[in-house]
T-cell receptor, first 113, second 113 residues
Framework: DAMVIQNPRYQVTQFGKPVTLSCSQT?????MYWYQQKSSQAPKLLFH???????NEADTPDNFQSRRPNTSFCFLDIRSPGLGDAAMYLC????????????FGPGTRLTVL | GENVEQHPSTLSVQEGDSAVIKCTYS??????FPWYKQELGKRPQLIID?????GEKKDQRIAVTLNKTAKHFSLHITETQPEDSAVYFC????????????FGSGTRLSIRP
């Protein structure tokens, strides 16, 4: 009965080697979010989609891109990972229909070698 | 934009005692205030939320209070148990079709046996 699913749970990549993280949801929610969380810090919003409408945060580096091919799936692409991009990446969803509760996935822990 | 401050950053209480975590927000238009609990290596999970049309909400051992005039809201945990040990994040958002929530910096709560 998983509602927000992230794959893989752990990802190791090399410095500069592109990587893609995936998120899927069974809630049929309109909004999907990507957060970056580093140790002992709050989640930091990178961007979100309302349906197909993409909303980037002003301080999100260009190195981070996202795709949402359909309602259920959303991808985070890191074009050239640096050591500073090692973090937990959390996907979340919300209905966007007047209820603001966000439901988080289990996260993908990214290691950059 | 909205800014959420959270105190204390760490809190240690004796099992059975109460714990209180306090947050302030800056944008008077904020009207939704969720609290998330995050255990080590796991996803943030919503434990309670409050909307601006109420001043207090309670769910078993957890309660949240909101003072809109002072722009303060607090989490109260009574009769603390070891499983309450985690990082707690407050957040605030403005109701909209694709709400973003602004997180506080987090409180690491430790319950001493």
């Amino acid at each position: 009965d998983a509602m927000v699913i992230q794959n893989p749970r752990y990802q190791v990549t090399q410095f500069g080697k592109p990587v893609t993280l995936s998120c899927s949801q069974t809630l049929n929610h309109n909004v999907m979010y990507w957060y970056q969380q580093k140790s002992s810090q709050a989640p930091k919003l990178l961007f979100h989609y309302y349906d197909k409408d993409f909303n980037n945060e002003a301080d999100t580096p260009d190195n981070f891109q996202s795709r949402r091919p359909n309602t259920s799936f959303c991808f985070l692409d890191i074009r050239s990972p640096g050591l500073g991009d090692a973090a937990m990446y959390l996907c979340a969803t919300s209905s966007g229909g007047g209820t603001d509760t966000q439901y988080f996935g289990p996260g993908t822990r990214l290691t950059v070698l | 934009g909205e800014n959420v401050e959270q105190h204390p950053s760490t809190l240690s209480v004796q099992e059975g005692d109460s714990a209180v975590i306090k947050c302030t927000y800056s944008d008077s238009a904020s009207n939704y205030f969720p609290w998330y609990k995050q255990e080590l290596g796991k996803r943030p999970q919503l434990i309670i939320d409050i909307r601006s049309n109420v001043g207090e909400k309670k769910d078993q051992r957890i309660a949240v209070t909101l003072n809109k005039t002072a722009k303060h809201f607090s989490l109260h945990i009574t009769e603390t148990q070891p499983e309450d040990s985690a990082v707690y994040f407050c957040a605030a958002s403005i109701h909209s079709s694709a709400s973003k929530i602004i997180f506080g910096s987090g409180t690491r709560l430790s319950i001493r046996p």
